[in-house]
Nanobody, 122 residues
Framework: QVLLVESGGGLVQTGESLRLSCAVS????????ISWFRQAPGKDRECVAA??????QNSYIDSARFTMSRDFANNTVYLQMNKLKSDDTAVYYC?????????????????WGQGTQVTVSP
């Protein structure tokens, strides 16, 4: 059974940075397309960025501020978030899909973590 556990969320001020972690167990990170999604109160869940099996990563929103990376030694995927804004406040979820092509569609992912809260104060 593949499990995803997010960590690294917290309360920061506008302009600061955070790095979220998604620790994967039960499978290798190179075997999945892995994405970060977020959901703010009253809004739909949206994709932030995705990384393919090949390591090619793409940011769905604001590539200048959000980037993903992989750590094979720790079987962990990261989301680096810079210059945070109050609009970035949300619960951030890591998701994995057993597929080859990258996708930003939430319905394509069948493995989800529990989420980590990110709050950016004005």
């Amino acid at each position: 059974q593949v499990l995803l556990v997010e960590s690294g969320g917290g309360l920061v001020q506008t302009g600061e940075s955070l790095r979220l972690s998604c620790a994967v167990s039960g499978g290798f990170i190179s075997s999945f397309v892995i994405s970060w999604f977020r959901q703010a109160p009253g809004k739909d869940r949206e994709c932030v960025a995705a990384i393919a099996r090949s390591g090619l990563q793409n940011s769905y929103i604001d590539s200048a501020r959000f980037t993903m990376s992989r750590d094979f030694a720790n079987n962990t995927v990261y989301l680096q978030m810079n210059k945070l804004k109050s609009d970035d406040t949300a619960v951030y979820y890591c998701a994995a899909a057993d597929r080859y092509s990258m996708t930003f569609a939430a319905e394509a992912y069948d493995i989800w973590g529990q989420g980590t809260q990110v709050t950016v104060s004005p």
